[in-house]
C-alpha cells in the first residue's frame, strides 16, 4: 500500500539555523512527490515538487529538497530559518499520471525560536 | 489571475441538517479536488472532478457528494451531518488533472457541527 511518514510532528530550530524537515514514501510504483506549507487559518500553499526530472530540487522561500529512491525519502531543508517559516508543513505524494488526488503525510509542525 | 475561491469560510450547522460547499476554481482549470483536514485524521482526499465527471473517490460513506459544474465550478454536499464532520474543508484545482501537476489550493471552509 502507498503511504507517507513524516517524522515529528513538531520541529523547533532556532532563527538562522537549518531546518530539516523529514519524509518517507512507500510505493510499488514511481511516486511524484510534493511539499505544501500551511499557515494558520489559511489553505496549503506548494513549497516545491518532483515529477521524475532532477533529483535536488528547490522550491520558494529558499527551501529545497532532495528525492533519494534508494531511501525512499523526500526531506525538505532550508540552510536558515527565518521567524516566517513558523507554520505546518506537509509531505503528499501521488502515484498515477492519469489521477489527482494526493495522500498527505501527518504534517509537521515548525516553530523557529528567536 | 484570481486564485482559488471557496464560499462560505465558515458554517455552523446542527447534527442532521445537510450542507452544501463551493468552490471555484483558477480560470482555465478542469480539475478540483475536494479534502477534509481535521486534528485527528489529518488531510483526506474525499473526491476529485475532471470535466464534470467524478474520477476518483477516497474512503468516505456515501454521505459525502459532490458535482462539478460546466464551467468546472464545483459543490460539495454533506448529508445528515455527524459531529465527526466538524473539519475543514479545502478544495484544490489543477489544469489538467495528472498526477504530477500542482494542486492549487483555496482557504478552505470551516465547518462546525453541533
Known amino acids: 500500500a502507498q503511504s507517507v511518514t513524516q517524522l515529528g510532528s513538531h520541529v523547533s530550530v532556532s532563527e538562522g539555523a537549518l531546518v530539516l524537515l523529514r519524509c518517507n514514501y512507500s510505493s510499488s510504483v514511481p511516486p511524484y512527490l510534493f511539499w505544501y506549507v500551511q499557515y494558520p487559518n489559511q489553505g496549503l500553499q506548494l513549497l516545491l515538487k518532483?515529477?521524475?526530472?532532477?533529483?535536488l530540487v528547490k522550491g520558494i522561500n529558499g527551501f529545497e529538497a532532495e528525492f533519494k529512491k534508494s531511501e525512499t525519502s523526500f526531506h525538505l531543508t532550508k540552510p536558515s530559518a527565518h521567524m516566517s517559516d513558523a507554520a505546518e508543513y506537509f509531505c503528499?505524494?501521488?502515484?498515477?499520471?492519469?489521477?489527482?488526488?494526493?495522500?498527505f503525510g501527518t504534517g509537521t509542525r515548525l516553530t523557529v525560536i528567536p | 489571475k484570481a486564485g482559488v475561491t471557496q464560499t462560505p469560510r465558515y458554517l455552523i450547522k446542527t447534527r442532521g441538517q445537510q450542507v452544501t460547499l463551493s468552490c471555484s476554481p483558477i480560470s482555465g482549470h478542469r480539475s478540483v479536488s475536494w479534502y477534509q483536514q481535521t486534528p485527528g485524521q489529518g488531510l483526506q482526499f474525499l473526491f476529485e472532478y475532471f470535466s464534470e465527471t467524478q474520477r476518483n473517490k477516497g474512503n468516505f460513506p456515501g454521505r459525502f457528494s459532490g458535482r462539478q459544474f460546466s464551467n468546472s465550478r464545483s459543490e460539495m454536499n454533506v448529508s445528515t451531518l455527524e459531529l465527526g464532520d466538524s473539519a475543514l474543508y479545502l478544495c484544490?484545482?489543477?489544469?489538467?488533472?495528472?498526477?504530477?501537476?500542482?494542486?492549487?489550493f483555496g482557504p478552505g471552509t470551516r465547518l462546525t457541527v453541533l
Open positions: 503528499a505524494v501521488s502515484f498515477e499520471t492519469g489521477a489527482n488526488n494526493l495522500f
Open positions: 518532483y515529477t521524475s526530472a532532477a533529483t
Open positions: 484544490a484545482s489543477s489544469s489538467a488533472g495528472h498526477g504530477t501537476d500542482t494542486q492549487y
